[in-house]
């Protein structure tokens, strides 16, 4: 099989000049030298993540280590999708937050509230107080006692 099965007249003596111009031994040798670049453009793409929210800028505690970061954090379908370094990939996100200045961390437990005194009311049932404070979940009941129908799924 020769190179002008594939190109025109035109393109085969392109290549040949092309050989001889940098001394390959055939149009193999610089076939082979495209397909090598080629393959490391490619490779060095970055992955692209496609998120409904990004907080950048934060300073983020992941709750394992002392030491903050400044980390990218994707959010996708209420997931967390993506934490690291925005550096590293291409996110896009139909939102993006600036949280310069804030600190960016998991919710926190409050394992001992009175919260079910609110919890049952609409105009106080989204917690507001502990939300801004960064508490996602509160337990309720703790003092043996609770508004909430507990005594329905207790023996």
Same mark, same amino acid.
């Given at each position: 099989?020769?190179?002008?099965a594939?190109?025109?007249?035109k393109?085969?003596?392109?290549?040949?000049?092309?050989?001889?111009?940098?001394?390959?031994?055939?149009?193999?040798?610089?076939?082979?030298?495209?397909?090598?670049?080629?393959?490391?453009?490619?490779?060095?793409?970055?992955?692209?993540?496609?998120?409904?929210?990004?907080?950048?800028?934060?300073?983020?505690?992941?709750?394992?280590?002392?030491?903050?970061?400044?980390?990218?954090?994707?959010?996708?379908?209420?997931?967390? =999708?993506?934490? +690291?370094?925005? !550096?590293?990939?291409?996110?896009? #996100? %139909?939102?993006?937050? $600036?949280?310069?200045?804030?600190?960016?961390?998991?919710?926190?437990?409050?394992?001992?509230?009175?919260?079910?005194?609110?919890?049952?009311?609409?105009?106080?049932?989204?917690?507001?107080?502990?939300?801004?404070?960064g508490?996602?979940? =509160?337990?309720? +009941?703790?003092? !043996?006692?609770?508004?909430?129908? #507990? %005594?329905?799924?207790? $023996?």
């Amino acid at each position: 099989m020769t190179w002008t099965a594939f190109f025109s007249q035109k393109d085969s003596s392109q290549i040949v000049h092309l050989v001889r111009k940098y001394k390959m031994k055939s149009p193999t040798t610089l076939f082979g030298t495209l397909c090598t670049c080629l393959l490391l453009v490619v490779s060095c793409s970055k992955p692209t993540i496609e998120a409904d929210i990004l907080v950048q800028n934060g300073r983020v505690y992941n709750g394992f280590e002392n030491q903050e970061s400044n980390h990218a954090i994707a959010i996708k379908d209420d997931k967390i =999708v993506f934490i +690291g370094d925005e !550096g590293n990939v291409t996110i896009k #996100a %139909k939102k993006t937050i $600036d949280a310069t200045g804030l600190i960016v961390s998991p919710g926190f437990i409050d394992p001992h509230t009175h919260a079910d005194r609110d919890l049952n009311k609409p105009n106080t049932s989204h917690n507001l107080p502990f939300m801004m404070q960064g508490i996602t979940t =509160v337990v309720a +009941g703790s003092d !043996g006692d609770s508004l909430l129908p #507990a %005594k329905e799924y207790v $023996d």
